[in-house]
């Protein structure tokens, strides 16, 4: 990997407008943690008058990847891009000191792999029924170094449904066949937040779909390429797409593996690539794209939803007004924006495993905000967003039930209850 193109340095004309949606920026007020200073190290490490040292690595690990900038940026400079190929060069080029490579590399040793989280989530069952994640959390963790702390912070509420739970390889139409979908399962999702992929297949069910779930899918790579790991995550891609076949559409629920793998024709530039992400939709998406079929009935209780939108699916997928299209639908359903909703929660796939102090006090705002709406009901497309906000208004000892849109449009359609 050498230094990021030119060309792309070049778009960007330092006029400022990123400033303001950078969250970094918002917390430090520092030029070299907004978008155009990480462009400026960039243009002196292409230049070489600036070296790979440990502060401008840090600038870039800094960095969300939450593409604010992009959606805010009037001169259309390929931010993702740029960072994308500078965390390469950062992987690549900069020794990270023992500790922070011991940390990522048991991320990556994990989190891309159902299976290992499967094997996880076992462990976290008996963590929690013995009684050893309150003792622990009340004496050895308060001692821990501070990345540890919030990995455990965040771990989710598994049952044994997480543990055991399965998909089946086919499930079809309700009525007349409109068409033939596969669904991605997903790592994170399918393992800790199961009722999301059983949600999605109801609902493609009731709306005339047959929803195939490819055995043996892995890892889409977002973790991976959003990390700098690019071989790593390039492997992923491949080994993905060759589970797929068949399918008018490929359907995907998960905002940041959605952005991923749209992206799978540029980064892999096969015609094979090209043509698996040309039929990528993120679920919202290709629900809000033809007329519904299922009846929308009203839910138990009117619900004030406050709508958390995803940076993956709103900067980089531009997928802002479905998911809202979806959820006004549903009779009794008052829906709610967050105010600064363009600005990340922190979740940003591992950044806040890798940048927890940073990733929380962006949090903060977040919850701040989202908790001055009132709502009764938080929404949101990312499994990651879900596990940063539940994380804080735990620590805040506050509680605010939290679904997946495709959760709340399957209560209505099919009356399941919401978790």
């Not at 080994?239 to 559409?249: E, H, I, P, R, V």
Request: net charge positive; aromatic share 6%; proline share 7%.
């Amino acid at each position: 990997m050498t230094a990021p193109e030119r060309e792309l340095i070049d778009d960007c004309v330092h006029c400022g407008f990123c400033l303001p949606h950078c969250p970094t920026y918002v917390s430090w007020g520092e030029e070299m943690d907004s978008p155009r200073g990480r462009i400026d190290l960039m243009r002196a490490l292409r230049a070489g008058t600036t070296q790979m040292t440990p502060t401008v690595a840090g600038h870039f690990d800094k960095c969300l990847g939450c593409m604010a900038c992009v959606t805010a940026c009037p001169s259309g400079v390929r931010y993702d891009i740029l960072i994308e190929e500078t965390r390469a060069l950062v992987e690549q080029k900069y020794r990270r000191g023992l500790y922070d490579r011991f940390h990522r590399a048991m991320i990556f040793a994990l989190f891309p792999y159902p299976r290992r989280l499967k094997a996880l989530t076992a462990l976290l069952l008996v963590y929690t029924w013995t009684g050893l994640r309150w003792l622990l959390r009340h004496t050895l963790v308060k001692l821990l170094p501070v990345r540890l702390r919030e990995m455990e912070a965040l771990q989710p509420t598994v049952t044994a449904h997480n543990l055991f739970g399965t998909l089946p390889d086919r499930v079809p139409a309700r009525g007349e066949k409109r068409m033939t979908v596969a669904m991605i399962a997903g790592c994170v999702q399918r393992v800790f937040n199961p009722g999301v992929n059983e949600a999605t297949l109801r609902v493609l069910s009731a709306e005339g779909c047959e929803v195939l779930v490819p055995r043996g899918q892995g890892c889409c790579g977002a973790l991976s390429m959003h990390a700098g790991r690019e071989h790593e995550s390039l492997d992923f891609a491949r080994a993905l797409m060759g589970k797929f076949d068949g399918a008018d559409a490929i359907v995907i629920n998960a905002a940041g593996c959605g952005s991923h793998l749209k992206d799978y024709g540029r980064l892999l530039g096969t015609e094979e690539a090209k043509a698996f992400s040309a039929k990528v939709r993120d679920v919202n998406e290709f629900l809000a794209a033809f007329p519904p079929r299922a009846e929308r009935r009203p839910l138990p209780l009117p619900l004030r939803i406050a709508m958390h939108d995803a940076c993956h699916l709103q900067h980089a997928q531009r997928i802002v007004a479905q998911p809202r299209q979806l959820l006004k639908a549903i009779p009794g359903v008052t829906l709610l924006e967050i105010p600064d909703g363009n600005q990340c929660c922190g979740s940003a796939g591992i950044y806040n495993l890798v940048q927890p102090e940073s990733a929380d006090q962006i949090g903060q705002r977040k919850v701040d905000n989202l908790l001055s709406t009132k709502p009764d009901l938080l929404a949101s497309a990312n499994p990651g967003c879900t596990l940063q906000i539940q994380k804080i208004l735990r620590e805040r000892g506050q509680r605010l039930p939290a679904a997946h849109p495709i959760e709340i449009l399957d209560a209505s359609i099919s009356g399941t209850p919401l978790p």
